[in-house]
């Protein structure tokens, strides 16, 4: 009966989040209620700047967005005690339970943010049918994060219920802004995993099919998001063009030329021109313009590579066209590789489990992008382990889609396999 319980507030806690998603770095409603639960069951709790390096976040949304939402957040359900500890837009969580007994620190990333997509209302759509559909307009979790952050607090419950059989500490870091890679490197910067022996990270699907496990994923690209603004002058087209300065010229000329960008012989690159918004009308010389573009490789420097290319055609648009340009760098995330001896405990934990029909030590297919990837780099560079896992799950529609979906059966099985690797990773020590 406890099982089916905890099967039943996990689903519970993901159509509860579901309902009232919210972007990265404004996650204040999310991130109030996650901390009122976390502090209920008895973790330690850091919140807001106290976990988050102000100088290291990227793509943060401005002071007039910020508090728009916060008063958004407070009329819809937001835990009183604990939203002012976000309400600048820091929303990250660090909860720790010490044993108080020798053992290693280990700790799991949960990611909270949503996505700039408006739910589908068509009639089959399961979140609309069972009337926990996205209540905020342009905003919905289409990745699964509503149900990673369900999966941190199933955990959460199993360590508070068994903490007196565990050893060392246990961290659950619940992380904004995954989407986009911009709230890990700020993490990171405040040191929030400096003293751990394990990292875990883990996603729900990512095309790996139901009751399937992957225990170390070695796919993901090292990324660049960028802004890129072009400055020049108006000017009437028809009677003086040759006094305007045509920025939508040289923002077309740098996108034809960024897609122009020779591949790299050592690996893998992307490259993306995902927006591009000039001009003010027909006989107006442009004089603004605006791009919002990704880079990606194989490895960080062949993202290096591919970013210095983007920002040597972007100057030299702005030098043809004589304009103006300025390129800010939003988000970014970093190669790394899954260690290999950690990624067997899961594998361990996951072949264990009656509900596994296969698990896979490692996956090495170029996937998207992820900053998890830099808690992995600096546990790994002082010595610890990380990994990167995925527990597989029926998608009603791909990441990133308006009728994205997820079976919730995933959801326990997902939570006990962390746990067990928290009683073998105690067991190693």
């Known amino acids: 009966m406890e099982k089916e319980n905890l099967a039943k507030q996990i689903v519970e806690w993901r159509r509860g989040f579901h309902q009232y998603p919210e972007q990265g770095f404004l996650e204040m409603r999310t991130a109030s209620i996650v901390a009122s639960i976390l502090d209920e069951l ?3 709790l850091q919140l807001g700047k106290d976990v988050m390096s ?4 990227m793509g943060k949304p401005d ?14 359900g937001a835990e009183k005690k604990y939203i002012d500890h976000f309400s600048e837009g820091y929303t990250g969580i660090v909860a720790t339970l010490d044993t108080n007994r020798k053992g ?15 739910e589908s209302d068509a009639a ?6 069972e009337g926990f559909k996205s209540s905020n307009p342009y905003n919905m979790h289409a990745c699964g994060h509503d149900a990673h952050m369900s999966i941190g607090l ?11 059989s565990l050893f060392g500490k246990i961290k659950l870091i619940f992380q904004p802004a995954e989407e986009g890679t911009r709230g890990a490197k700020s993490m990171v910067g405040a040191d929030v995993v400096n003293d751990v022996d394990y990292f875990i990270a883990s996603h729900i699907g990512t095309g790996v099919p139901h009751n399937h496990f992957v225990a170390a994923n070695n796919g993901f690209l090292a990324t660049s998001k960028l802004d890129i603004s072009f400055s020049g002058i108006a000017s009437h087209a028809g009677g003086n063009p040759e006094k305007g300065r ?3 010229l040289a923002a077309a000329s740098a996108t034809l030329n960024m897609h122009a960008i020779a591949r790299h012989s050592d690996g893998t690159t992307r490259i993306n021109v995902g927006e591009l918004h000039a001009g003010t009308g027909r006989n107006i010389i442009a004089d603004q313009a605006k791009l919002k573009i990704e880079t990606r490789g194989e490895t960080s420097s062949i993202n290096a590579y591919v970013k ?6 972007v100057e030299g648009a702005a030098k043809m066209y004589q304009i103006d340009y300025d390129l800010e760098v939003v988000g970014e995330g970093i190669s790394c590789h899954c260690s290999e001896d950690l990624a067997s405990v899961l594998h361990e934990c996951a072949q264990g489990s009656p509900t596994i029909e296969k698990s896979y030590l490692e996956q090495n297919s170029t996937a998207g992008s992820e900053d998890a990837t830099y808690f992995m780099e600096a546990v790994q560079n002082s010595g610890g382990l990380a990994t990167y896992c995925i527990f597989g799950t029926d998608l009603a529609a791909g990441h990133h889609n308006e009728r994205f979906d997820i079976n919730e059966e995933t959801l326990l099985p997902a939570v006990e396999i962390l746990y067990h690797s928290i009683v073998k990773l105690c067991g190693k020590n």
């Open 42 to 44: 008895g973790f330690d």
């Open 54 to 57: 102000a100088e290291d976040c």
């Open 63 to 76: 002071k007039q967005v910020t508090e728009e939402h916060y008063e958004w957040a407070l009329q819809h």
């Open 104 to 118: 290693p620190t280990i700790a799991y990333r949960f990611d909270m943010d949503a996505l700039p997509i408006n």
């Open 124 to 129: 089959d759509h399961f979140p609309n049918q």
């Open 154 to 164: 199933g955990l959460a419950t199993l360590i508070a219920k068994n903490k007196d």
């Open 246 to 248: 045509n920025a939508l």
């Open 308 to 313: 210095e290319q983007v920002e040597s055609i």
